[in-house]
């Protein structure tokens, strides 16, 4: 052994990307988030319970050492806290995404400029006509998964994929079923040869060659999960069954309660948008 550290180039956002949470960035709700259209079944969201649960979050993440960059966001935005939609962090830099609503592009300016202050250089970007979300990209070991969904098209896919595999990818398409609104919302990984995924929310044969955990119907959004290291997580707490199934599995559980985001489709995988991981 010579002793000389090997060089290094760049930020080295994501070394591991299932290693230890180190960096991530959020977004505070505002009182829009009350007109977002709630999931069937579901009421609508309460802004004074969602303030308070995205507090929770913040304190948490802080207590598990995770250093926060705070984006600004807009009172004309209901689902402004969905900032993992916004990028994907890779090793040298931020893939900047084009999410198919156009209310939603706004919020990705407002992340592309928090980076620029926070000195995060840019890696890529999805361009028009392509659209697709964060939060539709999963990665595990060197291989990064791709969701297939209403609310991506072939050329944001495609354009993923070729920055991905420049980035040393190997690049795997997963469909998702229609009533899924993110590959991270139905799939999370819990190490670097282990994922949990909503029963019947996806096409689980995408991911031979890992242990796979199945979570039950009806707990679908429970798989939105958060890794903060290996086979530790952040998870909603009102999944009782799946943190059962997580804790025989060995998964280490830090559970808090995001019902008011989970109303209308956020779950702690898209209420954080993570920037780096070692």
């Known amino acids: 052994m010579s ?7 760049g930020p080295r956002l994501i070394g591991d990307a299932t290693g230890a949470l180190r960096r991530a960035a959020l977004v505070r709700p505002s009182v829009a988030i009350e007109r977002a259209r709630p999931l069937p079944s579901e009421p609508s969201a309460i ?3 969602a303030l308070d649960q995205h507090d929770m979050l913040r304190t948490m993440l802080r207590s598990f050492g995770v250093e926060l960059i705070e984006i600004a966001g807009s009172s004309l935005d209901p689902l402004e806290s969905a900032v993992a939609q916004s990028a994907l962090c890779l090793e040298d830099g931020a893939v900047i995404m084009r999410p198919s609503s156009m209310e939603r592009r706004a919020a990705v300016e407002r992340t592309r400029s928090a980076f620029a202050r926070a000195e995060i ?64 919302s139905v799939v999370a990984p819990l190490s670097s040869d282990l994922v949990a995924f909503a029963d019947g929310a996806v096409d689980a ?16 959004r429970a798989a939105g999960l958060l890794l903060l290291d290996d086979r530790r997580v952040l998870v909603d707490l009102r999944y009782r069954e799946s943190l059962r199934i997580l804790s025989r599995a060995g998964v280490s559980i830090e559970a808090f309660d995001c019902y008011e ?8 995988a898209s209420l954080v948008l993570t920037i780096a991981r070692s």
């Open 121 to 184: 250089p840019i890696a890529g970007h999805i361009a028009a006509p392509g659209f697709l979300n964060g939060d539709d990209v999963l990665l595990i070991g060197a291989t990064a998964y791709v969701g297939v969904g209403a609310l991506s098209n072939e050329l944001g896919r495609k354009g993923v994929g070729a920055i991905l595999r420049a980035h040393e990818y190997r690049v795997v398409d997963v469909d998702i079923a229609p009533a899924s609104l993110s590959l991270r």
């Open 205 to 220: 044969t995408a991911f031979a060659g890992l242990t796979r955990i199945a979570l039950p119907l009806g707990e679908e």
């Open 3 to 9: 002793g000389v550290a090997p060089i290094s180039f």
């Open 47 to 49: 802004y004074a319970r």
């Open 261 to 268: 985001f989970s109303k209308v489709g956020m779950t702690p």
